[in-house]
């Protein structure tokens, strides 16, 4: 849509230099409105092809599926009011308040309808293997079984009955995901090609509905009136009235009262200090490691030149000096310590002794390394991304080695698609990675690392992990998952397959008007559907 | 005249058509999978995907089909907005960028104009250095280091006020452009400031003009008339070409100013390797700046017949 000159701006302009104009301070008086800004437009915002970050938080305010998490990162019930999970199969009873914005109930073939079109191939959804779980999913997405072979079917309106491929102990988690959310059989096949490419594009089901959506400038969520919790929701609107990537320009936006929440990077850290604005540090719940590259003939294929290495690693010292940012915490192992076990923390309930730096230890690895090497040691190759951050640690691991053991390292830096070519195709002896979680479960973690899942970069192979790995996916006994899982991460330690660096960590601003904002390690972030704006407040 | 049109506008069909091979040439040996992302996908998903968007079939033929879907006026479907059409990115975003340009090519235009003609007339003096001065530091501040400042700026002005004077960012009323077009058209204002002064000093020396002046008219007559006349015909030349890499250039003073501009889409499409974006836009800008080249010849050709001639008797 071409932008509105009004007549009158002009005039506006050059009598009342001091007028704070715009329609959104004018809205009527008492609605409580929270204003944010986006890094960029949601690209998509279709659920069964949504993947990124920004369409899932706009799915989550609008949206809700079986069940979402709660406040403290716990799976709650949704559109499910209650369930029973088994072996083979689950059932989901839907509760009767749950209507979508239109008016209509939502009901269990809203499911069955959404997750067949996730895995048809035709609509070729890069998250389709999150179905996979489902009986047939992974067959149908291949091409071999048609959609309506998918192991999910509507019992009656509110009764949703899903068959397994295998034990999966983690459904309830995945339920919460963008790809498993509801859509409506009629309203999608009206739009064909086009559902959610604008704001009356999409029905929702959520807190809010997308009421109007300006192409890379703004949206505006109302609160629905028909969500089935709505007293819990006290926002009457969200409005993003400002869509840019430049993280100084939305820190300029935050400062002048524009918007109430914004996070910030490295470069705006010392700004928000300067101007003495309360920071809030949370965890991102991402893993960050070095990932060795194993395949025959790299040197980072021994095992004595990786202890090596991680013996002179200080994850601690690291994250203080050169991330600096709150929040973050040293690595140490591969799952984070977000995550929960059957009760607690799983890195509570399966502690491991920390590696301390040793220098000694570390030079004897290395003439142990030298001597299986064939005598010399090559130039090690980093591979790693664009970016201050990046440059940062690849310097600092430059010296660390260079310093400590006398190891040369080559740096390559490349853009995002070109540094997962040359990931792909093993062009690196390590590469700087890291993984953020698709679901509050160890096993988002666990298995990365399994011989035949294709993030496995450095195709590190490990025969008593795979089957610790198969272990926890065959049961959906926590206690028997967990353990699987916690002794596949000390063999991955122990050989050092991966390096952990830190734990993500960001920081934020909040207005001080505003309450209730819940961070999220998955799914939705920030989570605004509950946030409370004081009374009296601007 | 109409010979000579049809003669530029099918010229201009051919660069367009070179244009949109050498972009697909250029955007398929780029190393790199536009379809990698930062958690690998499975073969059968990979496969879909190749399928839905013509990956799967020789690039010959992807090129085949991809410039005859172009020969209808379809740039086809965005990567990574998969419900999004590449015409209607164009269709709601060139507008912004278009705005922003004419306004930023106004202000150049008039700002030029205005103190080329004024260090021209103070030649030597005092104003007509400090002048000087600031058109070199004009065209060498980058827009976008301009733009930071002046909304760092803008932000002291809106906190001494305790009110909003002028949006730190944003788009949709008239305030909000006024500083992304000034970011934008400085470098260019300070460009014809220098084309402008040099011109009319050129001028100044001219017969007509000391001939006039002999006849006893009056300076602001001889000004009007016979210098800025004859002075401005440089920089209407250039106006065509400048609005079109104003137009196109402005990606970076949109991010800053949180504009939803064209400009930006295209950034992050070459990043993400989006290439039916890539390849939409890169064409509509080929045929926009071209078309901008040949409506100024033709407009000078009109204006001035001895161009016209002599690229009639040329060709």
Known sequence: MPPRIPAAALALLLSVPGCSGGGADAARPGAKVLRIAMSEEPPQLDSTRATDQVSIFVLGHVMEGLTRYGRAGEIVPGVAERWELGDRKAVFHLRERARWSDGPPVTAHDFVFAWRTAVDPKTASEYAFILYPVKNAEAIASGKLPAGALGVRARDDRTLEVEFERPTGHFLALTAFATYLPLREDFYRARPGRYAADAPDLLSNGPFVLSRWVHGASLTFEKNPRYWDEESVTLDRIEVPYITPDANTVYSLFKDGKIDSTGLGRDQLPLAQADRFRMRAFSTGSAFYMEFNHRPGKPTANLHLRRAIRLVFHPGEFVSKVLGVPGTLPGTRLIPRWVRGVAEPFVREHPLDPVRPDLVAAKAELALARKELGGTLPPLLWLTGEGAGASREAEYVQYLLSSRLGLTLKIDKQTFKQRLAKMTSGEFDVVSAGWGPDYADPMTFADLFASWNENNRGRWRNARYDALIREAQGTVDPARRMDAMAEAERILLDEVAILPTSEGGAVYVLSPRVTGVVRHMVGTDPDFTRARIAEGAR | ?315
Do not use: C
Request: proline share 4%; glycine share 10%; charged share 15%.
């Open chain 2, 1 to 315: 005249m109409i010979a000579y049109t049809l003669k530029r506008l099918l010229a201009g069909v051919v660069t367009v058509f070179f244009i949109a091979t050498a972009t697909f040439a250029l955007m398929h040996a780029v190393p790199g999978d536009p379809l990698a992302g930062a958690k690998v996908r499975s073969p059968e998903i990979r496969a879909n995907l190749q399928a839905r968007y013509g990956l799967d079939r020789p690039v010959l033929v992807q090129y085949a089909v991809y410039m005859r879907n172009m020969a209808k006026g379809d740039f086809g479907i965005s990567f990574t907005q998969q419900n999004r059409s590449v015409n209607d990115i164009i269709r709601q975003h060139f507008p912004v960028s278009a705005v922003l340009g004419l306004l930023a090519l106004g202000f150049a235009t008039l700002g030029g104009v205005l103190l080329g003609s004024l260090t021209a007339q103070l030649r030597g003096r005092m104003t007509d250095r400090t002048v000087l001065f600031l058109v070199v530091v004009g065209i060498s501040v980058p827009s976008f280091v301009f733009a930071a400042l002046a909304q760092e700026g803008v932000l002291l002005w809106n906190a001494w006020a305790g009110t909003t004077v002028l949006p730190v960012a944003g788009w949709g009323t008239f305030r909000a452009m006024i500083l992304p077009a000034l970011s934008l058209g400085l470098g260019t204002l300070a460009f014809l400031t220098r084309l402008m002064r040099s011109s009319l000093l050129e001028i100044v020396s001219q017969d007509y003009v000391r001939t006039a002046r002999a006849k006893g008219l009056p300076g602001w007559r001889i000004f009007l008339f016979h210098e800025l006349r004859n002075g401005i015909l440089p920089v209407i030349t250039l106006l065509g070409p400048a609005l079109a890499s104003i137009t196109t250039g402005g990606f970076v003073v949109e991010t800053v100013f949180a504009i939803p501009g064209l400009g930006r889409y295209f950034v992050q499409a070459v990043q993400a390797l989006d290439y039916t974006v890539i390849m939409g836009l890169t064409v509509f800008y080929g045929a926009f700046l071209v078309l901008m080249v040949i409506a100024v010849d033709i407009a000078y050709g009109w204006v001035d017949p001895r161009i016209r001639v002599a690229k009639e008797g040329g060709a």
